[in-house]
């Protein structure tokens, strides 16, 4: 099975898939899966802009809208997480994962699925110690500090994944695992982004969390993105234990190194998405401490995995593990329209998410007044058959908007200067340092894109 990684996609759908295509065509071959790192912004209509915590000059429609509407439709099957530039509000309609549009699974803000027999784990958003141990509390319309917080990893999120006990095979984080940097080339990523080098030494370039999920799970791959930058590592787990190889990559821009691709071993295609048995006991088990409030406890909750892991058992063997179809909630923007016209909802029911919790039997607990998404007319769509203080106003951990205020003002001067016109692309093959045992673990496809 061959995957293609992308780093940090800001909207640029149309980009990336457009260069994926260039490369099937030139190499003469066939990507079966695509998996983004976050910021992935699934804008479907300009209200979804006020969901997104991103400078104004940086709120644009982007291409999602097109996939969302049924204008175009994702060529490979693609999956992503949630970063720290996403609208919030349409990611909190699939919490529990779903298809954002036809062929465009989000694994929700935690999530295990499978793709053929590949299992891929996900944890969206980036760690703020501050909210870590915080509920659920946001609902849309979310204030200025909501609206950065909505996207801060919590406890219950981590909990679950820990839960996990067979072997994963690909784990996606949008930042990047504290003490990543210990083992891979960490002299040349100081080098290039010299303001990483107080963060690496004082231990907080990174997330806790997801350092504590890659020990724990110990997946094959762990692929990130967030800082803009590419890395490798090889993380070796104890003397004699598994190796897990890390890559991050940078966000796509020109000249950018936002997309990888690897091959796997799998059972031979055609591949398709399924539920992970395993993830939906955990989700079943552990939904009554889902902590909807600031205040959350978790230090007494209770769960019996097994006995639900039978339940679902017998329950998928009744339905099915296919994903539930995709339905359109919120109106698709046009173009063609100068105003936005739609009705001021700030909460949907997403059908998939009801279906989901009715197959686990569990009640619906994601937001308040809600509508049907039957409310306006989607004969466009395409069913899917097919709280932080103002000392945080720019955290140091959300280098994102680090960037977007010009920290590195050339490079971004530059990047800016050249985005525009499709021109070309050009490949880059080089053998990653990804060593085990003497061996070459992987031999990987570099594309960097110029449009």
Not at 98 to 116: E, H, M
Request: proline share 5%; with cysteine; net charge negative.
């Amino acid at each position: 099975m061959k995957i293609a990684i992308e780093g940090c996609m800001h909207g640029e759908l149309d980009n990336v898939y457009k260069t994926i295509a260039d490369l099937e065509k030139s190499q003469n071959t066939k990507i079966d899966l695509l998996l983004c790192c976050g910021d992935f912004q699934a804008v479907r209509n300009k209200k979804d802009l006020d969901s997104m915590n991103v400078p104004a000059k940086f709120k644009h429609m982007n291409t999602f809208w097109k996939y969302y509407s049924g204008q175009e439709v994702a060529p490979i099957p693609t999956i992503f997480i949630g970063g720290n530039h996403e609208a919030s509000n349409y990611l909190w309609e699939l919490y529990y994962g779903g298809w954002a549009a036809p062929n465009i699974y989000f694994l929700g803000f935690a999530g295990v699925i499978k793709f053929g027999n590949v299992r891929i784990g996900g944890l969206s958003g980036i760690y703020n110690a501050h909210n870590y141990k915080l509920g659920h509390f946001e609902r849309a319309p979310y204030n200025q500090s909501e609206l950065r917080s909505i996207y801060h990893v919590r406890e219950y999120d981590v909990m679950k994944l820990m839960q996990v006990e067979e072997p994963i095979d690909i784990f996606l984080s949008h930042d990047w695992p504290i003490g990543i940097t210990d083992c891979g080339n960490q002299r040349e990523l100081v080098r290039k982004k010299p303001y990483f080098e107080k963060e690496i030494e004082d231990r907080t370039l990174g997330s806790m969390p997801a350092a504590k999920l890659l020990d724990e799970l110990k997946p094959s791959y762990w692929f990130s993105a967030h800082l803009h930058c590419k890395f490798s590592a090889l993380v070796q787990h104890g003397e004699y234990g598994p190796v897990t190889k890390f890559l991050a990559l940078d966000k796509c821009l020109p000249g950018r190194k936002f997309l990888q691709v690897i091959e796997v071993q799998s059972e031979p295609g055609p591949f398709e998405l399924q539920f992970d048995e395993e993830w939906l006991a955990i989700t079943r088990a552990l939904h009554s401490a889902f902590p909807l409030t600031k205040r959350a406890d978790l230090k007494n909750v209770r769960m019996d995995k097994e006995g639900c892991r039978q339940w679902v058992k017998d329950r998928l063997k009744t339905r099915g593990a296919k994903p539930f179809d995709f339905a359109a909630t919120a109106p698709y923007y046009d173009p063609g329209q100068s105003a936005f016209n739609a009705p001021a909802v700030e909460h949907y029911r997403n059908p998939q998410t009801e279906a989901l919790l009715r197959f686990l039997e569990l009640p619906y607990l994601l937001g308040g007044s809600a509508i049907s998404s039957d409310s306006f007319d989607h004969s466009a769509s395409v069913s899917e058959d097919i709280g932080i203080s103002n000392s945080e106003d720019i955290p140091i951990d959300d280098v994102d908007e680090l960037e977007e205020l010009a920290v590195d003002k050339g490079e971004l001067a530059h990047e800016e200067g050249n985005i525009g016109g499709r021109d070309h692309f050009h490949l880059q093959n080089f053998e990653a340092a990804f060593m085990s045992n003497g061996d070459m673990a992987s031999v990987f496809t570099m594309i960097i894109a110029i449009f």
